[in-house]
């Protein structure tokens, strides 16, 4: 067995657990918040048998999206009547890690 923990965006999140609800993946969804951003997003942690692992994989895939997004460049934050061009980033569609499941109980 292995768990899945996949970070999502918000935007995608419902969709995301509907398509897992359809195709009988079990998740549990937890409201996170990514680290260099301060923004939401969502990150699913799902048990599923070695063999449908690509099977989650591929619904990640197909649902989430790359966006960009944009953050006031803070070189000129103290700077009263500068302009400069904020700062793009690029969130990727998902951040997903594979684990090795050592035991599961379902008690
Ligand atoms: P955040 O930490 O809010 O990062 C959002 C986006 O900001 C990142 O997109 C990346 O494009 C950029 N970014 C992050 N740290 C940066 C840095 N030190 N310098 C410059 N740009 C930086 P993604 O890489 O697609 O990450 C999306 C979200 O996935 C992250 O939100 C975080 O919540 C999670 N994540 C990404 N990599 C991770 C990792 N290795 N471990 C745990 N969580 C991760």
Redesign the pocket.
């Known amino acids: 067995m292995k768990m899945i923990l996949a970070?999502v965006?918000d935007s995608d999140a419902v969709q995301m657990s509907n398509k897992f609800m359809d195709n009988d993946i079990r998740a549990t969804k937890l409201s996170?918040?990514?680290?260099?951003?301060?923004?939401g997003?969502v990150t699913f942690i799902i048990g599923i048998e070695d063999e449908r692992v690509d099977e989650v994989l591929a619904i990640i895939k197909s649902v989430s999206k790359i966006r960009r997004?944009y953050l006031p460049n803070p070189s000129v934050l103290n700077m009263p009547g500068e302009i400069a061009a904020p700062i793009e980033?690029?969130?990727?569609?998902a951040?997903v890690?594979v684990l090795d499941v050592d035991g599961f109980y379902h008690l």
Do not use: C, D, S, Y
């Open positions: 970070i965006q996170t918040t990514g680290g260099f951003l301060k923004a997003n997004q980033v690029e969130v990727k569609g951040t890690f």
